[in-house]
């Protein structure tokens, strides 16, 4: 039942996340770049307060996997480094913290460019 209720609040947070992505592409003019931008900012922003930390604690990957857990991450490896290095660890930690991601979506990212035909969308 624990797992359950686990999965639960992981759809139940990263689907609300995503709801509210739909609602602004569809009731605004936003591009869906700016849309990311905003969304990582928030992560980041609310990580700042530790507001966002918890709810990865409750929801789990509903709330680490969408863009805002990127920001949220950004900050936090930030915040650390820049404990034990000072400044120059403020600038780099976030990196650091998100390298392994950042490098999978670069590679996998690679591989299906090699794989498909990229081309512009007809309109």
Not at 16 to 25: E, T
Not at 56 to 84: D, H, N, Q, R, Y
Not at 95 to 114: N, Q, S, W
Request: hydrophobic share 55%; charged share 10%.
């Amino acid at each position: 039942m624990e797992t359950f209720l686990m999965f639960v609040k992981a759809f139940a947070i990263g689907g609300g996340i995503c709801l509210i992505g739909q609602v602004i592409i569809d009731f605004t003019h936003l591009t869906n770049g700016r849309i990311l931008v905003i969304f990582l900012l928030l992560g980041a922003i609310l990580q700042a307060f530790g507001l966002y930390q918890p709810l990865i604690e409750w929801a789990g990957a509903g709330a680490s996997v969408p863009i805002s857990g990127f920001g949220c991450a950004l900050v936090k490896g930030a915040v650390e480094a820049a404990k034990t290095e000072g400044i120059v660890g403020a600038f780099t930690g976030g990196l650091k913290a998100c390298a392994t991601g950042i490098t999978t979506a670069i590679f996998f990212g690679y591989l299906v460019a090699l794989i498909f035909k990229p081309r512009t969308k007809q309109i």
